[in-house]
């Protein structure tokens, strides 16, 4: 799998012409693409050619808005469809060739109703980064409190986004976030169908859980390195991935309060122990 490097998930500080040379260093394949570069298309062609020169390439296109979020309304969708349009075209420019959005697990709106507004919306999204050669993919949310966070629940596992990815044509795949199918079901068989699916998964995110908590008790934008807390067996779910056929890309995606520490870390020792948290990975991957 290719290891990416993305700073702005991991809230570490820095100019990409000092943080990219650190990824090399510390044996990443890729890295995020910079908040703004993607507005600036001189300079992220210019951005391009420095990493390729280091042999790295790019992580996923960041999208303009969460284009499922329900106070993203109408003339809001259509105007960030614009900027995808432009961003798109730019990421097939600079090798880009991957993208994703979260789908949320309730909703104000009934189910039937809800469903048939993620299909829509995804016709017109999906039509974008089919052409321009972008894979595109959906992450489940599984966090008890966002299932709770509207009247209605909606879909929270693989099998759930990818009913609505079928229901657009089938052109959408998924993301597999350790945090998610650990707070979403744990359950061995989500596990498998993604194994099995590894033609339409578009990237993994890997993390770890709070110790002291439940899984309904963990919150969404709290979480650990992976196999730094042990509460979600990392290692084992990435040896089954690295046994694949997938040759995709994987991020580690801490959030609180590792982020809230590497904004105030130096770049080098960030990711030195970003760095670490994959040896802990790998460390039994070979037998």
Known sequence: ????????????????????????????????????????????????KMI?????????LPTP??????????NAFEKALETLKRWA??????????SYNHIWPASHRPFKENFAWHVERLQKLQQVFQDH????GFEALG?????????HPFVHTLAGVLAIADAAGGYTG??????????GSRRPDDLYFALQNTHRLVNIHLNDGIAGRTPDEQKDLERALPMETGVIDSRSIYRLFEKSPYTGTCVLEPMMPTTTRFA?????AAIAECRAAFDRLESEVAE
């Open 65 to 74: 808005t969460d284009f499922f979020a329900e106070n993203v309304d109408e």
């Open 174 to 183: 998924f993301i597999f976030d350790t945090f998610h199918w650990y707070t």
């Open 89 to 98: 075209a730019l990421g097939e420019e600079m090798g880009i060739t991957r």
């Open 143 to 151: 966090p008890r409190e966002l299932r709770e966070m509207a009247p």
């Open 1 to 48: 799998m290719k290891k990416i490097l993305d700073a702005n998930l991991l809230g570490i500080k820095g100019e990409l012409s000092e943080l990219a040379p650190l990824a090399k260093v510390n044996g990443f394949d890729a890295i995020g693409v910079p908040a703004g570069l993607l507005d600036n298309p001189t300079a992220a062609i210019e951005a391009t």
């Open 133 to 136: 050669g972008i894979a595109y």
């Open 52 to 60: 390729e020169s280091l042999g790295l390439s790019w992580g996923l």
């Open 264 to 268: 105030v870390t130096p770049a080098a």
